[in-house]
């Protein structure tokens, strides 16, 4: 069948003046759900039946090119969501027949192939887990009423799929799928906390000033900022400030790559603030670019992407639990001709993207695909005179997430995200900010 298309902050001395506004930073070496909306991740078998084929497995010793599940036996019988989603599709094709697509979070989507009719459910509707969407029956290149059931992830065929499906066996519909997808939530990142510092709920700014202090900026929640304060001094020898939500606790952490090269963590605390600190690798000073505040390799946790000194652009897997969990995936060279990157889910798909301004003044958007990026896209030139360049996060409260820009004149700019991996026209936050040397 046819394809779908770092002194150390955590010196004694700074201990107690940062206590009050900022917190203390202590260093330390089933049963289905039909027509209810899911909250496991998991997905349920759409159809009863028997499994007569699976993704390149005919189920008879044979192989053959299938990019589904076939579930048969029952025809007329209801055809239910995998899980909640958007449909963006009900259409026929010679192939498939009837046939309706549910575009999930993580980068997931699925299609239900040779219905009845063209399905219950028209496109651009929201659906939940165990809804139904459609019957089963045998149009297009179909032999016999079966429902053909195909899952995607970030544009590829998922087979992984065909762990959840024993071949001949029966299935019941509205049962839940023996299968973990990695990424799979219905309860959407936050596009905020990886920068809530203060804990109210806005995104903030971290800032490195040119006299080496570490201020916190607080977001007023509509794109604008409020007063700094100061956290820490004697950091003028850090590089790499990076937001991230590296626990997943849904509070913003802090990671920083001190003169020796050592990449720091700082856990959020209750109310903001910090609390946990560790030191998580040597190695980080001569990294060209460090971003995180994204979900990269798609297993829904937060990862940390550093360019080297060669260009090359690499993902360190985050463990969910404040560190890295070994995992590197090299995902291209050539990054050494990008100015300043931010990380962050810029089109609303789950998956982490990158914003980046090359050396030659234009800005480029990269598509994540889990474990990678697809082709960039240009979005103009005109950005090579900003000196801090930061963003991936909600700074105006319109739910998609937006750029900092910080221009040469000391002039600092928003520029809010369309939610489709493009930014509308700037903003002005204000003057004044050149005595910055880093924003995050």
């Known amino acids: ?67 589904g599940i076939d579930i048969s036996g029952q025809g007329g019988t209801p055809i239910l969501a995998a899980y909640d989603g958007v449909v963006t599709a009900r259409q026929w094709s010679n192939g498939y027949g009837n046939y309706v697509d549910i575009e999930h979070v993580g980068g997931y989507a699925t299609r239900y192939a040779h219905m009845v009719a063209p399905g219950h459910v028209a496109p651009g509707t929201r659906v939940t887990r165990g809804q139904q969407i459609g019957v089963v029956g045998s149009t297009g290149n179909s032999t016999g009423a079966h429902l053909h059931f195909e899952v995607w992830r970030n544009g590829s065929v998922y087979s992984a799929i065909n762990q959840g499906f024993v071949c001949l066996s029966t299935v019941t ?39 080496s202090d570490l201020q916190v900026i607080p977001g007023d929640g509509g794109g604008g900022l409020q007063p700094a304060s100061v956290v820490t001094s004697g950091w003028g020898a850090y590089r790499h400030l990076t937001h991230t939500d590296l626990n997943a606790d849904g509070r913003a952490d802090m ?100 914003m980046g301004i090359s050396k030659d003044g234009i800005l480029y958007f990269y598509p994540g695909r889990g474990n990678g990026f697809g082709a960039r896209v240009n979005l103009g030139g005109g950005w090579g005179a900003f000196t801090a360049f930061t963003g991936g996060v909600d700074y105006n409260g319109d739910g998609n997430v937006d750029l900092v820009c910080l221009h040469e004149t000391g002039v600092l700019y928003l520029y809010p995200g369309d939610g489709r991996g493009k930014v509308w026209s700037k903003r002005l936050i204000g003057s004044g900010w050149g005595g910055y040397t880093q924003l995050e």
């Open 255 to 354: 990671l920083a790559v001190r003169s020796d090269g050592l990449l720091e963590y700082y856990a959020g605390a209750d109310g903001g603030g910090f609390g946990r600190y560790d030191r998580l690798q040597f190695g980080w000073y001569d990294m060209l670019h460090v971003a995180s505040g994204a979900d990269y390799t798609g297993d829904g946790l937060q990862d940390v992407l550093a360019a080297s000194a060669n260009g090359t652009l690499t993902i360190y897997s985050g463990n969910g639990s404040g560190g890295l969990s070994g995992v590197r995936t090299n995902v291209g060279s050539g990054w050494g001709g990008m100015k300043s990157i931010a990380g962050g889910d810029f089109n609303g798909d789950g998956m982490g993207d990158v």
């Open 173 to 211: 519909r509205g049962n839940p799928l023996p299968l973990t997808f990695p990424g799979l939530r219905t309860t959407p990142i936050s596009t905020v906390a990886s920068a809530d510092f203060t804990g109210d709920g806005k995104a903030d700014l971290l800032g490195l000033t040119k006299s």
């Open 1 to 67: 069948m046819k394809r779908m298309p770092r002194a150390r902050i955590s010196r004694v001395a700074m201990m107690a003046t940062v206590a009050v506004l900022i917190g203390i930073i202590a260093p330390t070496v089933s049963t289905p759900t039909p027509s209810s909306a899911a909250t496991d991740g998991q997905m349920i078998y759409p159809a009863s039946g028997t499994i007569q084929s699976k993704v390149g497995d005919g189920c008879r010793s044979d192989t053959r090119v299938h990019d």
